[in-house]
């Protein structure tokens, strides 16, 4: 079962100022993290099982915390994956996710199944490369998009070349 | 080509074919033009001086000087123009890059900063800005807000409520920012909301800063006996700068639908999609 009283617990404890300002020694800030990310474990437990009761299925639901530098295991390496986007706000939303994802062409159907338009982009410093498809979400809710690998394709390998700036 | 631009519906942002830096922002739906120069700079920390010794540290901003130093006044990019999303991929340096993007139907610039690990190889602990320079007149005023609530207007070297003697001309117009800070001349207004409370300041006429990272050497005596300096994953940070420009009258509706889409943005949860029916039948 989930339970979201360690992560209440975390953001009290982290309403003193060191936390908040960052002025504590880095142990304790290191701890600071250690109690938020301890909190944070059971709150997916609990957000998976609101999703899996309200969604009608159960899942092996999965968190990406990374997706800031483009870190996501499961959207990296499956062939096909389902993308739930809550909505927090009381108005309907319209989101671009970004995922990390394998060398591929990808097939991106909405709630209704209908294919919606997205993109491969490469990352210039790195050859990883993001899917990007605009999401519709509810107000107070959620969608659920798929994702899937169209076989035996990959994008257009483009090499865009740094335009080096004359040094001044 | 010689224009380097990326664009949709809404907002076209121009770049100086030379240098790689942001010069334009271009409301196309409200017809606004406004050069804007965007740039990362760096403060020289203080470790005390004949004024006094007091060091930049946990509690206290203090640079050495007034005029911070530009990271590096051009940037090696890359230009990404897909259905989906426009970017230019700026590297100024090994340690700072920024990515300028532009979805469809988006009203305002994404600028996603990258910065660290900041080099201390010289002995000096430096402090961060991302900086707007534009010719908005606009008198010495700036906006910040608290707690993403209330907006309170700031004026340079001044406080309301007591005649204020400057001693600190950088750190003593340095205010927090939650949510958003802005300038305005009275018609136009620019406005940067950011995805983290950071400093903030308007130091001239026009200019808005905000400090995205720092790296101390020295502890600054005021109770953590030790200097800010990250020895782990918080060497780097990354973050976004959203850009707004609107005509003064309507900006807040636009600053503050797109800032409560910040706070409480979308949560994604990815599944295999093997599923089970959750209720039995």
């Given at each position: 079962s989930g339970d979201s009283a360690p992560l209440n617990e975390a953001m009290a404890v982290l309403q003193h100022h060191d936390a908040v300002s960052?002025?504590?020694?880095q142990h304790v800030a290191d701890d600071y993290a250690r109690q938020l990310a301890a909190g944070w474990g059971p709150c997916e437990v609990l957000l998976s099982n609101a999703l899996a009761r309200l969604s009608g299925s159960k899942e092996e639901f999965v968190f990406c915390r990374c997706l800031n530098i483009s870190v996501c295991p499961l959207s990296q390496t499956a062939e096909i994956f389902q993308v739930t986007i809550y909505n927090p706000l009381g108005r309907k939303v319209d989101w671009m996710v970004r995922l990390p994802v394998s060398k591929h062409i990808f097939l991106v159907k909405d709630p209704n199944g209908i294919v919606v338009p997205s993109d491969v982009v490469t990352m210039p410093s790195s050859d990883r490369q993001e899917l990007l498809f605009s999401a519709s979400v509810p107000a107070l809710g959620f969608s659920i998009y798929s994702v899937t690998q169209v076989p035996g394709q990959s994008p257009q390998?483009?090499?865009?070349?740094p335009r080096s700036q004359k040094s001044s | 080509s010689r224009i380097l631009t990326i664009q949709n519906e809404y907002i076209r942002a121009r770049f100086?074919?030379?240098?790689?830096l942001l010069v334009e922002l271009e409301n196309l739906d409200q017809n606004l033009l406004l050069p804007v120069r965007q740039a990362f700079y760096w403060y020289n920390a203080s470790t005390g001086n004949n004024l006094s010794d007091q060091v930049s540290g946990a509690y206290i901003f203090r640079p050495n000087r007034q005029e911070p130093l530009l990271v590096s006044r051009w940037a090696q990019i890359h230009l990404v123009k897909k259905a989906l999303v426009q970017e230019v991929h700026q590297n100024f340096s090994a340690w700072c890059s920024q990515v300028v993007r532009l979805y469809p139907g988006q009203r305002h610039l994404e600028l996603e900063w990258t910065v660290g690990p900041i080099p201390v190889g010289d002995g000096w602990g430096k402090e961060i800005i991302s900086r707007f320079d534009t010719?908005?007149?606009?008198?010495g005023l700036f906006f910040t807000d608290s707690n993403g609530r209330e907006i309170l207007e700031r004026r340079r070297n001044y406080r309301p409520t007591w005649v204020l003697n400057m001693t600190e001309p950088v750190a003593g117009n340095y205010y927090p920012v939650n949510s958003r800070i802005y300038i305005t001349d009275g018609k136009v207004q620019l406005t940067v909301l950011t995805d983290r409370s950071q400093g903030g300041s308007?130091?001239?006429?026009?200019s808005v800063e905000l400090m995205v990272h720092r790296r101390l050497l020295?502890?600054?005596?005021?109770?953590?006996?030790?200097?800010?300096?990250?020895?782990?994953?918080?060497?780097w940070v990354r973050g976004r700068h959203l850009v707004l420009l609107d005509k003064a009258q309507t900006a807040a509706v636009r600053h503050r639908l797109q800032a409560e889409k910040e706070l409480l943005a979308p949560q994604v949860v990815l599944a295999q999609g093997s599923s089970t029916p959750y209720h039995p039948g």
């Open positions: 960052g002025t504590s020694r390998a483009h090499t865009s070349k | 100086d074919p030379e240098t790689g010719e908005l007149e606009t008198k308007s130091l001239k006429d026009g020295r502890d600054d005596r005021r109770g953590v006996g030790e200097p800010l300096l990250e020895n782990g994953s918080g060497l």
